[in-house]
Structures are given as C-alpha cells and as structure tokens.
C-alpha cells in the first residue's frame, strides 16, 4: 500500500468516525413518534401472523384485514405476551392487557405493513401494561394483504400471511 492510499484510508476513518451513529429512534418518522413526556417502558419483538379474509369493499373484492395473532418476544427470544385481535390487544404475560386506537402510521417500505403509533385505553389488570400510554409499531417485515387474487369466486375465502415488527410500550415520564 503507497502513502496515498494509507492518508486516503486514515482520512476516510476520521471523517466517519467524527459523526454521530444515527440509531433507529432518530430516524423515527414523527407520525409514529410519541409525544414528549412519554418514555419506553418495555421493547418487544412481534412474531406472528396477520389473517386477511376476501370481502367486497368499496364496492369491489379486496383482501381486507381481519387480525393479528402473534407472540411477544424479549430481546433473548422469550415469550412476554401476545397481541391479537380485533380489537388490537397487547397482553403481557402476567395477565394484564391493553387496547388502543390507531393516532399515526408512516410507510414502513414495500411488502412491509405500515409503522404504527396507537394511543393505549387503561389497562385491564395490574402488571406490565398498567401506565402504559402508547405503542409503537417500528422495524415491520411482511404482513400486506396477499398478492393472490380476489373475486367473487373465492369471496369468504381467508389467507393468512406471516410478519414481525417491534413494538415498543411508553409510559407517562
């Protein structure tokens, strides 16, 4: 290796090493961002799957979403709760649970369900999702209406497609 290419090298490793890492959080879009004053309590990872079902909408046939059945995972891969639905519930494994209503999504890119932030009712038991204000939905795989077709010959028929996401619980600071 020349001079050049070794201060060309050793350049290129300051320049990188001068700015700040950008984590997940700060590429958040902000419709999915919490408002301030609300902190994470307790991060997840969503394994599971979301049940479509072939019905008229509008006027014409569409895969149209019916509910999610999946498990909630630590970061070492254990099962903390459960979220399904309809209504959208998050349960802990403790026994306490949560609803919401939808208050933001953003893309969450192609062949990937939308990034969510849900604003949680009170909690139903005490546990884990006692105080719990709101859910964020980040980092989706998988999980769009299938891709098979849709008519009046297959109306009633229900698909069922896998996905993950994180889903990240807040608490009032």
């Not at 859910?135 to 769009?144: A, S």
Request: some cysteine; charged content about 20%; aromatic content about 8%.
């Amino acid at each position: 290796m020349d001079i050049r290419n070794l201060a060309s090298l050793t350049l290129t490793a300051a320049l990188f090493g001068s700015f700040p890492l950008v984590t997940n959080a700060d590429m958040t879009p902000d419709a999915v961002t919490p408002p301030s004053g609300n902190e994470i309590a307790m991060k997840t990872v969503g394994v599971g799957e979301i049940t479509y079902a072939c019905e008229m909408k509008d006027g014409d046939y569409a895969w149209v979403f019916k509910g999610p059945d999946a498990k909630l995972n630590d970061s070492d891969g254990n099962q903390v709760g459960s979220y399904y639905g309809p209504p959208a519930t998050w349960e802990s494994s403790d026994g306490s649970k949560i609803t919401g209503t939808q208050i933001g999504t953003a893309d969450g890119g192609e062949g990937n369900i939308p990034l969510q932030l849900v604003e949680a009712n009170p909690a139903e038991g005490e546990g884990h999702m006692s105080g719990v204000t709101y859910v964020q939905r980040l980092e989706t795989r998988g999980g769009v209406a299938p891709a098979s077709s849709c008519s009046a010959d297959n109306a009633g028929d229900s698909e069922v497609v896998e996905y993950q996401a994180n889903y990240n619980f807040f608490k009032a600071s």
